[in-house]
């Protein structure tokens, strides 16, 4: 296990790099990763536990009962590792599962992660075409996006393309890989064809994908990623939390490939250089 810590914490800074929060970050895979790298620019001084849970994707082809199980899987696992807080940074597990985990933990501080239909349709002009959504099957057919959608979008052109089999490409070939490219191609055509001038990255593994989704749909296309946001929000919460003594850190557990999450993370400019193999169940659940 290798800890990251910032030059502050033997420095002058160290008593505010001491009182670091504990936060823990979970998504079916590697995906997550792009969210954790948000956090990570909005709260250096924290300790952040990433579990990526590889070996139970894709999330996004499953039933509820499947997600919300694997979500209070990983959330034991990070409260026994210390977590304060929870990022729920995919896209899928937070509408299927957070509402669940909040009721299993009244008392946590959850942060969940959901397409970012408002902004999309905030900043649109009246000649712009309209908004694409990329997302799983099972984020498009819960009831949180179709709340989400008739809340915001009465009125609007909105094109949803569920990507079926694209999480567990990236997960088993790696998001650069060409047969990963080519299924990505494909749902990103009708979007393009659509004349969509907005496309919203409503699962967190699409932004590894960036680039090719741009080749796709055109450079001018403003791509959405809410990771940021769901950053500034668990900065917020974590302002809350009482201080922990044992300081900053960037730790990941993973069921998968851990050579691949090394990659992705790299990528993300993520500086971890170990990943610990994550239980199949928590201690507490065992
Ligand atoms: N990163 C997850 C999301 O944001 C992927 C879901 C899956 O495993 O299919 O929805």
Redesign the pocket.
């Known amino acids: 296990m290798i800890e990251i810590t910032p030059a502050t914490a033997s420095g002058p800074g160290a008593a505010a790099a001491d009182a670091a929060p504990c936060i823990g970050v979970f998504?079916?895979?590697l995906?997550?990763l792009t969210v954790l790298a948000a956090l990570r620019r909005r709260l250096p001084h924290a300790r952040l536990l990433y579990a990526a849970d590889s070996a139970f994707?894709?999330?996004?082809?499953?039933d509820a009962a499947y997600v919300q199980e694997r979500s209070r899987v990983l959330t034991r696992f990070l409260l026994a590792q210390g977590a304060q807080m929870i990022v729920v940074?995919?896209?899928?597990?937070?509408?299927l599962a957070i509402a669940e985990l909040r009721a299993e933990w009244p008392g946590l501080p959850f942060v969940g992660?959901e397409p970012a239909i408002k902004p999309a349709l905030a900043a649109r002009a009246q000649a712009d075409g309209p908004v694409g959504v990329l997302?799983?099957s099972?984020?498009l057919a819960s009831g949180r996006f179709r709340a989400l959608l008739a809340q915001h979008g009465a009125g609007a052109r909105v094109v949803l393309q569920a990507c079926p089999g694209l999480?567990?490409a990236i997960?088993t070939r790696g998001p650069q890989a060409p047969p990963t490219l080519e299924l990505l191609r494909r749902f990103c055509q009708p979007l393009r064809d659509a004349g969509c001038t907005s496309v919203v990255l409503?699962?967190?593994?699409y932004p590894l994908l960036t680039d090719a989704i741009r080749a796709v749909v055109g450079d001018s296309v403003r791509l959405l990623d809410p990771a940021d946001a769901v950053a500034a929000q668990a900065e917020r919460l974590a302002r809350a939390l009482p201080a922990q003594t044992r300081g900053a850190g960037l730790l990941a557990w993973s069921n998968g490939e851990a050579a691949l999450l090394l990659r992705v993370a790299e990528a993300c400019a993520l500086p971890i250089e170990h990943v610990l193999a994550l239980p199949q169940e928590s201690p507490e659940a065992a």
């Open positions: 998504d079916s895979g995906g997550g994707a894709p999330y996004g082809e499953r940074a995919c896209n899928t597990a937070t509408a992660i997302a799983t099972a984020t999480v567990e997960e409503g699962c967190t593994h």
